[in-house]
């Protein structure tokens, strides 16, 4: 939904979305806070505006001093234990455990949602600065809409304990704040537009910046910064990306201090500091029409009355930001997965048979096919090795596979029955995927292999995966445990090898026990010498088992019964090894060239 699109009802609906989560998870707390300015608003006009005059006309009419001590001593006694002893409690106690509850839930709910939505997604540039915004301003959103709220309500609690007393005693007070109210409001309506818009610009600049920043701290570029020459670049990009910003923010700031100058000064200050102050002078003690202590009474309360009445119109035109921002975030969550999610889908009977892909094509938002009308039938126990060059298409044909994706056209069978009628449960179960990108949360040990609660771990078939993947004697040797942490963020943490990472993800594997074992160039960070024998366990283990091998580079060929070769999104060929040298095409030559580099490579070690 664009900007322009956002009703008032649905600026409204917005606020309440948010509100509406405090108030279910932090009941107290948050009723509270929405009266927080209300009570401060009816302090301050009893304390600092009425008490001030009531004390002056005493004095100016002389009346007894035990009139004035009783009404100073039941202010006090008020005061005190509604704006001191409250607030206190509130700061140090509710405050902290209720805004956990509320960012528990909101934080839980974007949490679910990103485990949910489609891969393809994550390939739209729009949608994913949606995602990423989504993330960063929730939960410090809903403290601003509490916050806006509270002053709103406080504002117009303010406006009518101050007016009723204006109106009785100036009404020409309530004309000149109605008139400076009225030019803030529009005013400001402005100021936060541009502000906005400013704020949208900057973004992407500052995402940019950021990424540049995180390659000269993070410890996982550290080498390479240190061995490459690319520093120069880095900080040419860094300096670029900041004149942008610079260029962007002496641009639009210069229109939004024009704007604060009018309202703050133009709309305010001159009319109550010069207009209206001369006007209660002038009745005071020229023409003797009210008292001193009415006039200051008078005065602070229309200074009391322009600010709630100027801070009602800032917060209004806080409801339209909030409801901005919180649009991206309602989107997000809105947003409908397009696979299948029925439970009911009929589920996949019988033992796996065959999968097949029937003309299938893709191509990520925006950009051009990645699939060309792939036919391809892979059967139960067979091994398939899926190679080809980088950018072939061989990731997104598992993507494909798995489910992260729908095809544009054609379609996707298990044993006949088309994949888009099955659940994503159902669907995931079918395949225990190693991706090339190492994934270890630092989480236990148990629960970073197998990626699930440790009350739900089968720790004897975990037991059985780490000795077939060779690392529970491994872990013997080195003491580590399985309740043990991975990773530094907790003393004592597991770091380990990259080829160690690799028998742990062969574990994980292992134990999911999917009907297809599918791996997605686990070993491209490994030697050659390392990959074939990462491999050769993996080969050990898929007995009987239907796998998909899928790299850049061929010693996963050797054990396969059958190639397929992929260039530009297309197969170009397809066969057995054996079959494909005697053909003598782009796979022979792909083998030749890899062959010579891995003899050359070994000569060079002396192996």
Same mark, same amino acid.
């Given at each position: 939904?664009?900007?322009?699109?956002?009703?008032?009802?649905?600026?409204?609906?917005?606020?309440?979305?948010?509100?509406?989560?405090?108030?279910?998870?932090?009941?107290?707390?948050?009723?509270?806070?929405?009266?927080?300015?209300?009570?401060?608003?009816?302090?301050?006009?009893?304390?600092?505006?009425?008490?001030?005059?009531?004390?002056?006309? +005493? *004095?100016?009419?002389?009346?007894?001093?035990?009139?004035?001590?009783?009404?100073?001593?039941?202010?006090?006694?008020?005061?005190?234990?509604?704006? %001191?002893?409250?607030?206190?409690?509130?700061?140090?106690?509710?405050?902290?455990?209720?805004?956990?509850?509320?960012?528990?839930?909101?934080?839980?709910?974007?949490?679910?949602?990103?485990?949910?939505?489609?891969?393809?997604?994550?390939?739209?540039?729009?949608?994913?600065?949606?995602?990423?915004?989504?993330?960063?301003? &929730?939960?410090?959103?809903?403290?601003?809409?509490?916050?806006? +709220? &509270?002053? /709103?309500?406080?504002? *117009?609690?303010?406006?009518?304990?101050?007016?009723?007393?204006?109106?009785?005693?100036?009404?020409?007070?309530?004309?000149?704040?109605?008139?400076?109210?009225?030019?803030?409001?529009?005013?400001?309506?402005?100021?936060?537009?541009?502000?906005?818009?400013?704020?949208?610009?900057?973004?992407?600049? #500052?995402?940019?910046?950021?990424?540049?920043?995180?390659?000269?701290?993070?410890?996982?570029?550290?080498?390479?910064?240190?061995?490459?020459?690319?520093?120069?670049?880095?900080? #040419?990009?860094?300096?670029?990306?900041?004149?942008?910003?610079?260029?962007?923010?002496?641009?639009?700031?210069?229109?939004?201090?024009?704007?604060?100058?009018?309202?703050?000064?133009?709309?305010?200050?001159?009319?109550?500091?010069?207009?209206?102050?001369?006007?209660?002078?002038?009745?005071? *003690?020229?023409?003797?029409?009210?008292?001193?202590?009415?006039?200051?009474?008078?005065?602070?309360?229309?200074?009391?009355?322009?600010?709630?009445?100027?801070?009602?119109?800032?917060?209004?035109?806080?409801?339209?930001?909030?409801?901005?921002?919180?649009?991206?975030?309602?989107?997000?969550?809105? +947003?409908?997965?397009?696979? +299948?999610?029925?439970?009911?889908?009929?589920?996949?009977?019988?033992?796996?048979?065959?999968?097949?892909?029937?003309?299938?094509?893709?191509?990520?938002?925006?950009?051009?096919?990645?699939?060309?009308?792939?036919?391809?039938?892979?059967?139960?126990?067979?091994?398939?090795?899926?190679?080809?060059?980088?950018?072939?298409?061989?990731?997104?044909?598992?993507?494909?596979?798995?489910?992260?994706?729908?095809?544009?056209?054609?379609?996707?069978?298990?044993?006949?029955?088309?994949?888009? #009628?099955?659940?994503?449960?159902?669907?995931?179960?079918?395949?225990?995927?190693?991706?090339? #990108?190492?994934? /270890?949360?630092?989480?236990?040990?148990?629960?970073?292999?197998?990626? %699930?609660?440790?009350?739900?771990?089968?720790?004897?078939?975990?037991?059985?995966?780490?000795?077939?993947?060779?690392?529970?004697?491994?872990?013997?040797?080195?003491?580590?445990?399985?309740?043990?942490?991975?990773?530094?963020?907790?003393?004592?943490?597991?770091?380990?090898?990259?080829?160690?990472?690799?028998?742990?993800?062969?574990?994980?594997?292992?134990?999911?026990?999917?009907?297809?074992?599918?791996?997605?160039?686990?070993?491209?960070?490994?030697?050659?010498?390392?990959?074939? %024998?990462?491999?050769?366990?993996?080969?050990? /283990?898929?007995?009987?088992?239907?796998?998909?091998?899928?790299?850049?580079?061929?010693?996963?060929?050797?054990?396969?019964?059958?190639?397929?070769?992929?260039?530009?999104?297309?197969?170009?060929?397809?066969?057995?090894?054996?079959?494909?040298?005697?053909?003598?095409?782009?796979?022979?030559?792909?083998?030749?060239?890899?062959?010579?580099?891995?003899?050359?490579?070994?000569?060079?070690?002396?192996?």
């Amino acid at each position: 939904m664009s900007e322009q699109n956002i009703t008032v009802k649905r600026t409204v609906s917005n606020n309440w979305f948010l509100l509406k989560i405090a108030l279910q998870e932090a009941p107290l707390y948050t009723l509270q806070e929405l009266t927080t300015r209300a009570r401060h608003r009816v302090i301050v006009f009893i304390e600092h505006i009425y008490m001030i005059g009531y004390i002056v006309n +005493c *004095i100016q009419y002389e009346r007894p001093f035990t009139d004035v001590l009783w009404f100073v001593l039941a202010v006090f006694v008020g005061v005190t234990l509604v704006a %001191q002893v409250l607030p206190n409690y509130v700061e140090t106690r509710l405050k902290p455990l209720s805004l956990e509850k509320i960012h528990l839930r909101i934080r839980r709910e974007l949490y679910r949602k990103a485990a949910q939505i489609d891969l393809k997604n994550y390939d739209d540039p729009a949608y994913y600065n949606e995602f990423v915004w989504a993330m960063g301003e &929730a939960a410090e959103r809903t403290e601003q809409v509490i916050g806006s +709220c &509270a002053v /709103f309500i406080g504002e *117009i609690v303010g406006i009518l304990v101050t007016g009723a007393y204006v109106l009785t005693q100036d009404p020409l007070g309530l004309v000149l704040t109605g008139i400076s109210v009225l030019a803030v409001l529009l005013l400001s309506n402005l100021y936060n537009k541009y502000r906005l818009q400013f704020q949208e610009k900057m973004k992407t600049l #500052e995402r940019k910046r950021d990424y540049i920043s995180r390659v000269f701290y993070l410890p996982e570029y550290a080498k390479e910064l240190r061995l490459s020459r690319l520093k120069p670049k880095l900080y #040419e990009e860094f300096a670029d990306t900041s004149r942008q910003l610079r260029e962007i923010a002496a641009k639009e700031t210069k229109r939004l201090a024009i704007l604060s100058f009018c309202m703050n000064y133009c709309c305010s200050t001159f009319v109550f500091e010069g207009i209206y102050l001369i006007y209660l002078l002038f009745q005071a *003690i020229v023409r003797g029409a009210i008292g001193y202590g009415t006039m200051v009474t008078l005065y602070n309360s229309c200074y009391s009355l322009r600010g709630c009445s100027q801070s009602l119109a800032w917060v209004l035109t806080q409801f339209p930001e909030h409801g901005r921002y919180i649009e991206k975030i309602r989107h997000f969550l809105e +947003c409908p997965a397009q696979i +299948c999610q029925d439970e009911k889908a009929e589920p996949v009977k019988g033992e796996f048979k065959e999968l097949s892909l029937q003309k299938v094509s893709f191509s990520y938002p925006q950009g051009e096919q990645v699939l060309k009308e792939i036919n391809l039938t892979i059967r139960r126990g067979e091994k398939i090795a899926l190679v080809g060059y980088n950018g072939a298409g061989k990731t997104t044909l598992v993507k494909l596979l798995c489910g992260f994706y729908e095809p544009e056209e054609g379609g996707i069978y298990f044993n006949g029955i088309n994949a888009a #009628e099955f659940s994503r449960a159902q669907r995931y179960s079918l395949f225990s995927v190693v991706f090339q #990108e190492v994934f /270890f949360p630092p989480v236990r040990v148990d629960e970073s292999i197998v990626l %699930q609660k440790a009350a739900c771990v089968d720790q004897d078939r975990l037991r059985e995966a780490l000795k077939k993947a060779d690392m529970w004697d491994a872990f013997q040797e080195m003491g580590i445990t399985l309740d043990q942490y991975r990773g530094n963020l907790k003393k004592g943490g597991v770091e380990l090898s990259g080829g160690q990472d690799q028998r742990l993800l062969l574990a994980r594997a292992l134990y999911q026990d999917g009907g297809i074992l599918v791996l997605d160039e686990p070993t491209a960070a490994l030697d050659p010498i390392a990959e074939s %024998q990462v491999y050769d366990a993996y080969q050990k /283990f898929s007995d009987g088992k239907t796998s998909v091998f899928i790299s850049h580079r061929l010693a996963s060929t050797g054990f396969s019964d059958r190639i397929v070769l992929l260039d530009r999104g297309k197969i170009v060929e397809m066969g057995s090894h054996q079959e494909l040298m005697e053909k003598n095409g782009l796979y022979a030559e792909m083998f030749r060239i890899q062959s010579s580099y891995y003899q050359a490579e070994q000569e060079g070690t002396g192996a």
